[in-house]
């Protein structure tokens, strides 16, 4: 069969195993999807012209920066980095840890972070401040898929969000407790059950 004629069917995996940890469903995937095509718009907008660099936070955006940036009818650069700072649980742990030694070339460009959620602010801040510790970049804005409502240990402006939501633990679409869920198509509230040991 020629590539073009195979029909386009939805992946068959099946969920149900793991939707019993979830408590409810916050954003389903045609949401989602809808709402990044309204972001995609509003950065083409912006960047348009500009000599742009996407640097996605690894792991937690993978699936978001994957559909977003297919979005984009930009010529950018594409560079990832790989930060923690839960180490396993549904807490921010207070420190931040970069796997990488050096950061990328950014020096006269445009530079647009994305990351999964904007929770403490502390992985974001991290990130800007050694950026522009050791890079020259033109400016830096982040562009984030949820937003919690709370009161943030760093205020940082998000210049573009997907989503606000409540101060709840949330999983799927990139999002991971103990690196479990990522793979889920939708977002949800975890249920507290499965984390109420660590507290
Ligand atoms: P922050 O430094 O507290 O803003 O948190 C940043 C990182 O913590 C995010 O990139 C996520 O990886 C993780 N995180 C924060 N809140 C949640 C959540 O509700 N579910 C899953 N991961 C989260
Ligand atoms: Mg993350």
Known sequence: MRASTVPLRRCPCDTRPVLADVERILFHEQ??????DELAAAI?????GKELTVLAVLNGSL????DLLRRLPLPLKLD?????SYHGGTKSSGTVTFDQVSMPDIDGRHVL???DILDSGRTL?????????????????LCV??????????????????FDIGDE??????????????????IGVLRSGIFQAEA
Do not use: M, W
């Not at 949401?31 to 990044?36: G, H």
């Not at 991290?126 to 804005?141: F, T």
């Open 31 to 36: 949401t989602i999807l809808s709402r990044l």
């Open 44 to 48: 083409t907008e912006k960047y348009r």
């Open 63 to 66: 699936i978001f920066a994957a």
């Open 80 to 84: 990832c980095i790989s930060v923690s």
């Open 113 to 115: 972070i994305l990351d």
């Open 125 to 141: 801040h991290a990130i800007c401040a050694r950026l522009n510790n050791e890079s020259k970049p033109l400016d830096v804005q």
């Open 145 to 162: 898929l949820l937003r919690k409502r709370k009161l943030r240990e760093k205020e940082l402006e998000a210049h573009f969000v997907g």
């Open 169 to 186: 633990f949330v999983i799927g679409y990139g999002l991971d407790y103990q690196e479990r869920y990522r793979n889920l198509p939708f």
